[in-house]
Each structure stands twice: as C-alpha cells, then as structure tokens.
C-alpha cells in the first residue's frame, strides 16, 4: 500500500484532516461505548445477534405486549447505567474542547459523551434520562420509572395519571426520531465539511444518511470502525481498529500537526 494509502488509515492523516477543517462533525455510535463495557448491536458478539430487534425493541411490541418489552429492556437500564466512559469517549470531548469538532451526534443513548465531558451532544436516538408516557405524555424521572417497573408484579411501569405503560426516553423501532435532535443533526451536516464517523455500521436511517449529505455537499468523511461501513470506498480517511486507541494517538498526534 502506498505511503498515502497508509496516511489515510493513520491518526496522523485523520489528525490533519480535522486541523484542516472548518466545521467538522462527529457522528458516534454502539462501537463507542464496547471499551466500557456495553455491546454494541450488529458485531458478531452484538445484541441483535442474540434477539430480534423487532421482538424486543419495536414500539409494536412496546404497546402489544408490554411485558415482553420491559424483560428487555429493565436488564439493559441496569448494564448502561453502571458503566463510565472510556478513552474513546475522552478523546472527543477533547477534540470538542480544541474547537475541531463542531457538533457531536450519537444514536448511543448511555449518555457517555455528557459523563466524558462533551457538550450540546445531539441524541438522535433518545437517551435513558426519563421515563415517558406516549398516551398522555406525563414524563418521569429514570429513578421513578425503575422503581415503577421494579414495584408492578408483571414489571411494566404504568402512567400514574392515564395507567398506560410507560417507557424510558429511548426511540424504538417504528417510533419517530425526537423533531429538534434530528433537525440539528441534519443541520450540522449541512454545515460540515468534514464528518468523523465512530463507531457506527451506519445501517440505520435517517441517520446513516448524514454522511451522504456531507459528501454529496462536497465533504470529506473519515470513518473509524472495527467493521464495514456502507461509505468505506469514499471514505477520505478510514481508521480500523479499536476507537479508544485510535482517537487517542489522533489527539497525540494533533499536538504534533
Ligand atoms: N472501536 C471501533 N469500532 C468498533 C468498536 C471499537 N471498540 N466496537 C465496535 N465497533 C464497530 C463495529 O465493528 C460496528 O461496525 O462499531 C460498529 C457498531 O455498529 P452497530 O452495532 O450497528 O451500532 P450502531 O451503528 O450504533 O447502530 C445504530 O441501531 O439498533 C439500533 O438504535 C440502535 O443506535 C442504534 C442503531
């Protein structure tokens, strides 16, 4: 491989295309947060591979049978809520800090950008903050959601004022993207000339689309994921390898661009 191939897999090359920029973005996803612990959904070890989605994690199913939803879902609140951000995570707060990344957009929704330190992190998937009402939308905390689901002798939390089972405040399958994170995300990839994708298979719409609009928009991309990508062949940098080490020796390598 070239000397210039080998840049474009390099922290070194995706140092300089970030020093470069004039408004990057990042959009992260599940591969961000396995080095804390959680598994992400689509590699061989990951969630989906052992349940179907749309089993366990479809609005259909939230409203057809609730219980099946919450023997899911109550484990999952306590893994995600017991872990704490990697090196992964304290990378891009940092790359955030230098003014290199613009906006940040995660489909995570264990909220481990905010505890690395990030701001104004666009959850375009929810995140687990709240607990919700879909029929008469009283909202709840996440302490009294748990103690809901923990206390109901089939585990679903019900909606004190309309009784319906409630949820936490992450989108499910067949359920609409929250309007204000979406439009932000769309909005900051119209701005981008740059997008550094981590952690994503990017099989998901609408947000796998955010890379086409930066590229379509005369962007560059940099992918950084152990796995394939539909945007590997137009890729201006494409990092492989474990996300904690490769934004690591990025902003190692920063201080020396
Ligand atoms: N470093 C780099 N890449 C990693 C790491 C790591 N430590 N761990 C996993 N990966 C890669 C995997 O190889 C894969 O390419 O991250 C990617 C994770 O892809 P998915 O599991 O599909 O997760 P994601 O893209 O975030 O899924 C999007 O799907 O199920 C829905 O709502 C859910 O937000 C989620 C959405």
Redesign the pocket.
Same mark, same amino acid.
């Given at each position: 491989m070239g000397s210039l191939a080998v840049m474009a897999g390099s922290p070194k090359a995706l140092a300089e295309l970030l020093s470069e920029a004039e408004h990057a973005i990042a959009l992260t996803?599940?591969?961000m947060s396995? %080095?804390s612990g959680i598994p992400?959904?689509? +590699?061989a070890d990951?969630v989906?591979q052992k349940v179907d989605?749309m089993e366990v994690?479809s609005l259909q199913t939230f409203i057809t049978e609730p219980q099946r939803f919450w023997q899911f879902h109550r484990p999952r609140i306590d893994m995600l809520s017991g872990v704490d951000p990697n090196s992964?995570h304290v990378a891009i707060a940092e790359l955030q800090r230098r003014g290199l990344l613009r906006s940040l957009i995660t $489909?995570?929704i264990d909220r481990l950008h905010s505890k690395a330190g990030s701001t104004d992190v666009i959850e375009v998937?929810g995140s687990l903050s709240r607990g919700e009402c879909l029929q008469c939308k009283a909202m709840t905390t996440l302490g009294e959601l748990v103690a809901k689901a923990d206390g109901a002798d089939d585990g679903v939390p019900r909606c004190d004022d309309c009784g319906f089972q409630l949820k936490s405040g992450v989108?499910m399958f067949g359920e609409s993207l929250p309007p204000a994170e979406i439009t932000a995300a769309y909005e900051a990839a119209e701005r981008a000339d740059v997008i550094l994708v981590?952690? +994503? +298979?990017? $099989?998901?719409a609408p947000v796998s689309e955010l890379p086409a609009m930066v590229h379509q928009g005369g962007g560059r991309l940099a992918i950084?994921? %152990?796995?394939?990508?539909p945007y590997d062949e137009v890729a201006d940098v494409r990092l492989r390898?474990?996300?904690?080490v490769q934004l690591s020796e990025t902003v190692a390598a920063l201080d020396a661009v």
């Open positions: 996803g599940a591969g396995t %080095e992400d959904f689509r +590699s990951g989906w989605p994690a992964a $489909q995570n998937h989108v981590v952690g +994503s +298979s990017l $099989q998901v950084l994921t %152990e796995g394939d990508t390898g474990k996300a904690g």
